[in-house]
């Protein structure tokens, strides 16, 4: 099992970054899929999640309305589209694999158990 992240970067305050990650594997195949970003010196947080089973999303309210979870099953890829992008997003932001909870894919970081390596975005 393998995530690669790719698609972060350095941008301004209120531009876009599309990070993508890769599996190595059908994603069909793993209930939940999602984005968690962590700072230094604090917990991993999660980001937004998606259902591999009906698409079902779910955001924090820190993102909502700005970034946005898909998914392309024929190329196993997940993308964050991250628009409105604004310095306290600046962190390193990773992917993983999950298991559904009481019938979502929820934000917890400990009901996902395969991760990338992550992808640093600046914000300035």
């Known amino acids: 099992v393998q995530l690669v992240e790719s698609g972060g970067g350095a941008v301004q305050a209120g531009g876009s970054l599309r990070p993508s990650c890769v599996a190595s594997?059908?994603?069909?195949?793993?209930?939940?899929m999602g984005w968690f970003r962590q700072a230094p010196g604090k917990d991993r947080e999660g980001v937004a999640t998606i259902s591999t089973r009906d698409s079902e999303t779910n955001y924090a309210d820190s993102v909502k309305g700005r970034f946005t979870i898909s998914r392309d099953t024929a190329k196993n890829t997940m993308y964050l589209q991250m628009n409105s992008l604004k310095p306290e997003d600046t962190v390193i932001y990773y992917c993983a694999t999950g298991q559904v909870y009481q019938g979502a894919c929820p934000l917890a970081p400990v009901l996902f158990d395969y991760w990338g390596q992550g992808t640093q975005v600046t914000v300035s």
């Open positions: 594997f059908d994603i069909d195949s793993t209930p939940c």
